[in-house]
């Protein structure tokens, strides 16, 4: 039976999904992404759960695609294929559908199709030390699986062709500093910091921050007066409004 490329972990409301290849830095393989969805779409439907944790195990996060893994296969205008394509996009479409806030947990590199699906996630939260970077020109290949409209919707369009178009390497201090993740911290600190941050979501009502993550996903690419608009029709089910409301009558 062959190793899990994603290892699986719950506690205390939290569910931790750790990449498992740190032979190969976490490389993406369509194995690993199918593991991924299947641990997403388990933890999205676990009641006990209200936070998900995205990471790696080892020195990295992800490396992005594993290229040795493609073998022999053609590269089509730039593209890897639909096989991990699709499936990327499959988890991509989990993460930010799934009814619980996710974290990108980044403890060390995160390239390319890694940082594809970090940016996916709802809050990212890094070590200082980490090393991120989009390498697609650097390997003649383009993105697919959203980083042409998410990097610049985090970063500003001018730095994201900055970081695109020379492939560079920068840090976890400077993704906070350029929009990118939401805090940075030393290693050692990370596993307190997305604790800190999962515990004060955790208090909160779930079905208010279900509604928050459909709100400000729709309302990506909206103008203002479109976001006012799609918030002020949304209609959600929160069943703890009266409980918590009742505390301060």
């Known amino acids: 039976m062959a190793e899990a490329t994603v290892l699986v972990e719950k506690k205390n409301g939290v569910a931790t999904l750790t990449l498992h290849r740190p032979q190969a830095l976490n490389a993406i393989t369509g194995a690993m992404l199918a593991e991924l969805k299947l641990a997403l779409d388990d933890a999205g439907t676990d009641p006990e759960i209200g936070v998900i944790v995205l990471t790696g195990m080892g020195r990295a996060f992800s490396a992005g695609v594993d290229l040795k893994a493609l073998g022999k296969m053609s590269l089509e205008q730039g593209g890897i294929g639909p096989r991990l394509d699709d499936a990327a996009r499959a988890v991509i479409h989990t993460i930010q559908s799934v009814a619980k806030v996710v974290i990108a947990k980044i403890n060390g590199y995160c390239f390319t199709g890694a940082l594809e699906i970090a940016l996916a996630c709802d809050l990212m939260i890094v070590a200082e030390e980490a090393k991120f970077g989009d390498t697609h020109a650097k390997w003649g290949l ?42 940075a911290v030393p290693l050692a600190d990370l596993e307190s910091a997305v604790h800190e941050v999962a515990v004060k979501i955790l208090a909160n009502s779930r079905g208010s921050i279900a509604a928050y993550k459909v709100l400000y996903n729709q309302g990506v690419g909206k103008t203002v007066a479109e976001a006012v608009e799609f918030e002020q029709k949304s209609r959600f089910v929160i069943e703890d409004s009266n409980e918590r409301v009742e505390k301060f009558r």
């Not at 990097?151 to 020379?166: C, I, M």
């Open 142 to 183: 383009r993105p697919t699986w959203g980083m042409s409209a998410r990097l610049p919707n985090a970063v500003g369009l001018r730095k994201a062709r900055e970081l695109s178009f020379t492939a560079d390497t920068f840090t976890g201090r400077d993704a906070v500093e350029w929009g990118l993740a939401n805090r």
